[in-house]
């Protein structure tokens, strides 16, 4: 079965744009986690949603939010974009109850 | 508060065992184990639920104590394909967050 899909895979922006990424979990899986990967910081938890609804949000200024859609997809974006926030955003999938996440490749967000 | 994990950095010799460990400070309700290869998504090893049982497959196993709130990763006759940076995961009862420790990069030399 496909697996979990994000889009676009890379993606460079001006400071003070905003962006958009998007997330397709794995078919019947209705929760969806977002994390930051920087080589300094290691898994940075974003938020969790199950069944559109954040259920969890993780230590990040507002200018981060997201969604999930009735289909499971979700995406995320970021405002007002910092030099900082130049990292690696890995969205996860995961069945309800004591599973393993399935992780996505990643978008690669690089901010000049 | 996120898992502490130790060592940060092994580097060991095909054939050779290693353990991995991971610390919290919070009452866990799961432990999860992944590996990472560089410039690749981390990929799910096992979860390890309230209870301490231990689980492996292959040459790899992990166990949990929760009265110390410890688990610990054991690879055992290690290959080369088990270099990557080894991430514990912590997830609290009811809570559906996931929190990953700062991560262990194992290194197998031939």
Same mark, same amino acid.
């Given at each position: ?112 | ?23 919290? *400070?919070?009452?866990? +309700? =799961? ?7 560089? !410039?690749?998504?981390?990929?799910? %090893? ?31 006759? *290690?290959?080369?394909? +088990? =270099? ?7 997830? !609290?009862?009811?809570?559906?967050? %996931? ?12």
């Amino acid at each position: 079965k496909a697996g979990v899909t994000q889009t676009p895979r890379y993606l460079i922006k001006t400071r003070g744009q905003q962006v958009t990424l998007s997330c397709s979990p794995i078919s019947g899986h209705r929760s969806v986690s977002w994390y930051q990967q920087t080589p300094g910081q290691g898994l940075q938890f974003l938020f969790e949603y199950f069944s559109e609804t954040q259920r969890n949000k993780g230590n990040f200024p507002g200018r981060f939010s997201g969604r999930q859609f009735s289909n499971s997809r979700s995406e995320m974006n970021v405002s007002t974009l910092e030099l900082g926030d130049s990292a690696l955003y890995l969205c996860a999938s995961s069945l309800p109850g004591g599973f393993g996440y399935t992780f996505g490749s990643g978008t690669r967000l690089t901010v000049v | 508060q996120q898992p502490v994990q130790s060592p940060q950095a092994v580097i060991l010799r095909e054939g050779e065992d290693a353990v991995i460990n991971c610390s919290s *400070s919070k009452a866990l +309700y =799961s432990v999860h184990w992944y590996r990472q290869k560089h !410039g690749e998504a981390p990929v799910f %090893l096992m979860i390890l639920l309230k209870g301490g049982e231990q689980k492996g497959h292959d040459k790899i196993s992990a166990s949990f104590n929760e009265k110390k709130q410890q688990s610990s990763l054991y690879l055992t006759a *290690s290959q080369l394909s +088990y =270099s990557g940076t080894y991430f514990c995961g912590g997830m !609290g009862q009811g809570a559906q967050k %996931l929190v990953f420790g700062q991560g262990t990069r194992l290194t197998i030399n031939p």
